[in-house]
Each structure stands twice: as structure tokens, then as C-alpha cells.
């Protein structure tokens, strides 16, 4: 369904005289998009971490130590909490997520089992998840809070959570009228995802070591 702003924008081209040569050129510059996309899948590097966003190929620069840590220490208990339960899958940065026009690498994802049951050996390229986490980076926060954040709204994604490692913040929005609202924002206390049934944790525990290990003892055996 389209946003009230882009249904304004609809409007407007057809108010214009020149409406057809409009379309023509945007099916046009559409196609040349398609036909980059697809050299896009064939040039691909398992050794980089590249998107393709509105026809450009962003490639990633390295990130901070904070920034490898706060995904770490996340992918590690989602994972194994996940696969203790048998909820599904979880991946984390190269999981190539083909959404309508765009290609991301996530930092971390989760598929429910439904969609988990499809992904068999040499699969590469994803459907939209049912949970999506990115962590800030000075190079790509603005796509985190900006295209991606409209584009995972619009592709059904039930939950996301984006991290700021050196505020060391989680922030957690849920889809509410096809748009996402923020939940909550926090740097202390416990964050349940509502998408993960039963994963709850720490915030602490993807910011520092000592209360992740702990964290990750309690999933392995959450009777001891």
C-alpha cells in the first residue's frame, strides 16, 4: 500500500500535461536499474560487504570495535537462544536481504520457521525477515534511520531494533498502521522482542562482555 506522501506525489505527475513522457522516462530509468541489479548479483564478493540501494552499489567501510562487538555479542545470544527453541534462523552482515528494488546486508536477522523452512545448502539470497536489527555506523546511519526504515515498514517487518554502540542504546519499533512506531528507547534494564517469542535480555549484555557471557549461560541452561 503507498504513503499518504506518495500517493501526493502520484497526484501531482498526473495534474501534469507531460504525465506520459514522465513514466516513460522513469519505466525507462527503471529497467536500466533492473539491468544493473542483476550484474550487481553476478559481481557480488563474499568478501565484501556490499548493498544495492536505489541502482548504487554501496560498498561498507570497516567499522569500530563497538560496532563489532554490540552485533557480535547480539547475534551470538539470538542465535543460540533461537536455535534452542527451534524458532527458526538467525543471521548476521551477509545475509544478501532482497527486498522490491533494493539489496541489503542486515547486521542481524530473523526468520521465522516458516520462512527458515525454504532456505536449503547454497541459498544466498533472502526474503524480508520478521526481525531486522542494524547498528550505527557514522557511514550508515542516515540509510538505518532512512530508506531502510521506510523500506523494511514497507516490506512487512515486524520488528526492528537499531543500536547505537557509543550512546550504547537499543531503540525498538513495531509496525503499527504499516509504519513504524517506536516502542521504546533504552540503555538499562530488560528489552523483550515481541517477534523472537520468549527472547528477552540484558540490554546491557550487548554493550559489555561479563553480562553477555552471563546472559548466554542463562539460554544454555536456564535452570542452573
Known amino acids: 500500500m503507498l504513503l499518504a506522501s506518495e500517493e501526493h506525489q502520484i497526484a501531482t505527475i498526473l495534474e501534469s500535461p507531460s504525465a506520459p513522457l514522465v513514466v516513460n522516462?522513469?519505466?525507462a530509468a527503471l529497467e536500466d536499474e533492473k539491468r544493473r541489479r542483476?550484474?550487481?548479483?553476478?559481481?557480488?564478493?563474499?568478501?565484501?560487504?556490499?548493498e544495492f540501494i536505489n541502482g548504487e552499489i554501496i560498498v561498507h567501510s570497516p567499522v569500530k570495535k563497538e560496532h563489532t562487538d554490540a552485533t557480535g555479542f547480539l547475534y551470538q545470544?539470538?542465535?543460540?537462544?533461537?536455535?534452542?527453541?527451534?524458532?527458526?534462523?538467525v543471521g548476521y552482515e551477509k545475509v544478501l536481504t532482497a527486498l522490491t528494488r533494493n539489496d541489503y546486508?542486515?547486521?542481524?536477522?530473523?526468520?521465522?520457521?516458516?520462512?527458515?523452512a525454504s532456505f536449503k545448502k547454497g541459498h544466498w539470497k533472502y526474503p524480508a525477515p520478521d526481525f531486522v536489527v542494524e547498528v550505527l555506523s557514522d557511514s550508515t546511519a542516515h540509510r538505518?534511520?532512512?530508506?531502510?526504515?521506510?523500506?523494511?515498514?514497507?516490506?512487512?517487518?515486524?520488528?526492528?531494533?537499531?543500536?547505537?554502540p557509543e550512546d550504547e542504546t537499543i531503540e525498538q519499533y513495531f509496525i503499527q498502521d504499516e509504519?513504524?512506531?517506536?516502542?521504546?528507547?533504552?540503555?538499562?534494564?530488560?528489552?523483550?522482542?515481541?517477534?523472537?517469542?520468549?527472547f528477552a535480555i540484558e540490554v546491557r549484555a550487548v554493550f559489555e562482555e561479563a553480562v553477555h557471557l552471563e546472559t548466554l549461560k542463562k539460554i544454555l541452561n536456564p535452570d542452573a
Do not use: C
Open 144 to 164: 538505518d534511520r532512512g530508506i531502510k526504515f521506510n523500506d523494511y515498514a514497507a516490506h512487512g517487518v515486524e520488528e526492528y531494533w537499531i543500536i547505537d
Open 25 to 27: 522516462k522513469l519505466m
Open 105 to 116: 546486508e542486515p547486521d542481524v536477522v530473523f526468520f521465522g520457521t516458516e520462512k527458515a
Open 179 to 198: 509504519q513504524y512506531k517506536l516502542h521504546l528507547k533504552i540503555g538499562e534494564g530488560i528489552i523483550r522482542s515481541k517477534v523472537v517469542s520468549g
Open 77 to 89: 545470544l539470538l542465535n543460540v537462544f533461537v536455535r534452542v527453541h527451534k524458532l527458526g534462523y
Open 38 to 50: 542483476q550484474e550487481f548479483y553476478r559481481d557480488v564478493d563474499d568478501d565484501m560487504k556490499v
